[in-house]
């Protein structure tokens, strides 16, 4: 399968260099691109549908997921998020999974062509650990296959399906989050808990990735809170830990607001 993902090599770009930025000047345009990783069944679909859920529709685009009948996506899942800057830039951000059912599938590679985050999917059943292990490796492998540096790429790990029995301890997940240096986050998937700490956790890493890379806040006046407050000014933050993290009281964030597509 081929999936049309344009280098940013073009004459307009900034720093172009790096074919997975996405930066076009001439286009005004800004495009941010985060992967859902991991094994079959994790809930990296379910992700995507609890953030479709809660995102207002003049943010968000359709959520296009192809499922086979044994309820396994067959192919991934892209739900795009846009918003204007104060400068206007459009900016979309693009939410993809990868498909999990298949060992050493081409298109599960080609999917995280060009990612600028990923968030890693993992299943907390203990009977799932060998999985995840040889995800976390096969994630190693498709970035340095599609040119992307492993150490420069930021991972958020998110535990799902905490709610089931005979899963990892809080003890080990801890333990986790100790040793490595991404962020862990705990999660329930399927009734929306940890799901958009998760995605806040890696469009946070995404910008600082885009940031050190290309100057979004030199470049195009994008900096990481208005980036960030530009999302999730527009998603259900409801019984969240984020309700208290973000603050929109402050007027200047919504004057930028745009918030509108096209
Ligand atoms: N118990 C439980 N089931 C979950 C959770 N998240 C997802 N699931 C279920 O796990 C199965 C696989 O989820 P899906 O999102 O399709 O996994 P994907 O293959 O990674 O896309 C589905 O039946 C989901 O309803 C969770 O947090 N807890
Ligand atoms: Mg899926």
Do not use: C
Not at 106 to 120: C, E, H, K, P, Y
Not at 155 to 184: C, H, M, W, Y
Not at 193 to 207: D, I, P, R, W
């Amino acid at each position: 399968m081929k999936i049309g993902f344009a280098p940013a090599g073009s004459d307009d770009s900034l720093a172009g260099s790096q074919a997975h930025l996405q930066l076009s000047q001439a286009q005004r345009e800004l495009t941010v691109k985060v992967v859902y990783y991991g094994p079959g069944l994790s809930g990296k679909t379910t992700n995507l549908q609890m953030i479709h859920k809660k995102l207002q529709p003049e943010v968000r685009g359709r959520l296009l997921t192809v499922e086979t009948r044994d309820d396994r996506t067959l192919f991934f899942d892209l739900l795009p998020v846009f918003f204007n800057t104060a400068g206007g830039y459009r900016v979309k951000v693009k939410l993809f999974t990868v498909p999990g059912q298949i060992i050493h599938n081409a298109t599960r590679r080609v999917v995280l062509q060009g990612a600028d985050a990923v968030a890693f999917i993992a299943d907390s059943q203990r009977s799932a650990t060998e999985d995840n292990n040889t995800y976390w490796k096969d994630l190693h492998e498709d970035m340095l296959e599609n040119g992307l540096d492993p150490l420069e790429i930021p991972v958020v790990i998110q535990f799902n399906k905490r709610d089931l029995p005979d899963t990892k301890s809080e003890a080990e997940i801890e333990e986790t989050r100790r040793r490595g240096k991404e962020p862990v986050i705990s999660a329930v998937a399927i009734r929306g808990e940890g799901v958009l700490e998760t995605l806040f956790a890696v469009l946070q890493l995404a910008y600082h990735q885009l940031d050190a890379r290309s100057q979004l806040s030199k470049h195009i006046d994008l900096d990481e809170r208005t980036f960030l407050t530009q999302i999730f000014s527009h998603v259900d933050l409801a019984g969240t830990d984020l309700e208290q993290k973000m603050n929109f009281d402050s007027p200047d964030v919504f004057k930028r607001s745009v918030g509108e597509r096209k």
